[in-house]
């Protein structure tokens, strides 16, 4: 249970996928092919791994565990396409100069992590597929699985994001007590908000969801007068006593392009690293759970 310097293994909080057949149906869901270098996130036992090596040029494993790293480097140590590495992935710095995939079951308590760095990234993947927790992929992947989220809107002008398939729990060993799905996370050769105001739009929708209270009207004082608020919600068909997550993603993005034009520079100041903000709170926020989390199982 516990390793030499008396903490839990990482590899006993984790579930692993079961099934060999199963992970043959999610490569072939995928578009990984011969030409793609790909990067797994946590490798575990290789169930993964030993397909996903056999369908890429070039895949680079990350495994945090060390045992489970060393059982890796054995269990493929013949094998000239593939880069076994020992550590935090997200500590790993991505690859800046070619395309790559992700294909992985994450773990479930650095989500949020591992998702806001492969986006943020300066060339983030091509495509992502992960197994994750259900609610979590609804909350990313907003409608129509679920309302729009601050995280489906912050991503959605620059990913298509689908979840591909729902799997059971006993998919997995052990059994979690939760849900799982298999998604996608594609980056759009066409992005919805173009690169120049990319900033202003992670700040706005940052500074909204950030803001306290429960509609619109509320949401949205500090950089839409009254007035505004009411020409906008006939112009754009919601109505101001609204959640900010009633509005569908498209409805946003016509409420973001009113912002550029019809909103003062004064008010637009006042938004203004919403987004970096939020994730430093994030990041605390995680760091605390990881650190709580590993409390409890102790
Ligand atoms: C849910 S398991 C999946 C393992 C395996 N791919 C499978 O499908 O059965 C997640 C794996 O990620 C590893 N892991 C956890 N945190 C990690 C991190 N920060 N960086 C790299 N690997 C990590 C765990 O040790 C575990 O092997």
């Given at each position: 249970m516990f390793n030499k310097n008396n903490q839990i293994r990482l590899k006993d909080s984790q579930n692993f996928l079961r099934s060999k057949k199963l992970v043959t149906e999610l490569i072939e869901e995928?578009?990984?092919?011969?030409y793609n270098i790909v990067i797994e996130i946590g490798g575990g036992k290789g169930i993964i791994t030993e397909q996903l090596v056999k369908r890429c040029r070039r895949l680079y494993v990350i495994e945090y565990d060390f045992d489970l790293y060393k059982s890796l480097k054995d269990k493929f140590y013949d094998i000239k396409n593939i880069k076994i590495i020992h550590g935090d992935f997200l500590e790993f710095k991505l690859p800046v100069e070619y395309k790559y995939k992700i294909f992985s079951s994450i773990p479930y308590n650095i989500t949020a992590a591992i998702l806001s760095k492969l986006t943020s990234a300066?060339?983030?993947?091509?495509d992502i597929y992960i197994v994750v927790q259900r609610e979590a992929a609804k909350k990313y992947a907003?409608?129509?699985?679920?309302r729009e989220s601050m995280q489906s809107l912050l991503l959605k002008p620059y990913f298509d994001i689908n979840i591909i398939r729902n799997l059971k729990r006993t998919d997995f060993k052990p059994v979690p007590s939760i849900d799982s799905v298999f998604m996608c996370i594609k980056r759009r050769e066409?992005?919805?908000?173009k690169k120049d105001w990319k900033d202003l739009y992670l700040d706005f929708i940052a500074y909204i969801f950030s803001n306290?209270?429960?509609?619109m009207k509320s949401r949205c004082k500090g950089i839409f007068s009254y007035k505004q608020m009411k020409r906008l919600s006939n112009d754009i068909g919601f109505?101001?006593?609204?959640?900010?997550?009633?509005?569908s993603h498209e409805q946003w993005l016509k409420v973001f392009q009113y912002y550029i034009i019809g909103v003062s520079d004064e008010k637009k100041e006042r938004i203004n690293n919403a987004y970096l903000n939020l994730i430093k709170e994030q990041n605390k926020i995680d760091k605390l759970y990881r650190s709580r989390k590993l409390t409890k199982e102790l």
């Amino acid at each position: 249970m516990f390793n030499k310097n008396n903490q839990i293994r990482l590899k006993d909080s984790q579930n692993f996928l079961r099934s060999k057949k199963l992970v043959t149906e999610l490569i072939e869901e995928s578009n990984i092919s011969e030409y793609n270098i790909v990067i797994e996130i946590g490798g575990g036992k290789g169930i993964i791994t030993e397909q996903l090596v056999k369908r890429c040029r070039r895949l680079y494993v990350i495994e945090y565990d060390f045992d489970l790293y060393k059982s890796l480097k054995d269990k493929f140590y013949d094998i000239k396409n593939i880069k076994i590495i020992h550590g935090d992935f997200l500590e790993f710095k991505l690859p800046v100069e070619y395309k790559y995939k992700i294909f992985s079951s994450i773990p479930y308590n650095i989500t949020a992590a591992i998702l806001s760095k492969l986006t943020s990234a300066t060339n983030p993947p091509e495509d992502i597929y992960i197994v994750v927790q259900r609610e979590a992929a609804k909350k990313y992947a907003g409608n129509p699985y679920n309302r729009e989220s601050m995280q489906s809107l912050l991503l959605k002008p620059y990913f298509d994001i689908n979840i591909i398939r729902n799997l059971k729990r006993t998919d997995f060993k052990p059994v979690p007590s939760i849900d799982s799905v298999f998604m996608c996370i594609k980056r759009r050769e066409n992005i919805l908000v173009k690169k120049d105001w990319k900033d202003l739009y992670l700040d706005f929708i940052a500074y909204i969801f950030s803001n306290i209270g429960k509609d619109m009207k509320s949401r949205c004082k500090g950089i839409f007068s009254y007035k505004q608020m009411k020409r906008l919600s006939n112009d754009i068909g919601f109505q101001i006593t609204d959640s900010p997550t009633c509005l569908s993603h498209e409805q946003w993005l016509k409420v973001f392009q009113y912002y550029i034009i019809g909103v003062s520079d004064e008010k637009k100041e006042r938004i203004n690293n919403a987004y970096l903000n939020l994730i430093k709170e994030q990041n605390k926020i995680d760091k605390l759970y990881r650190s709580r989390k590993l409390t409890k199982e102790l």
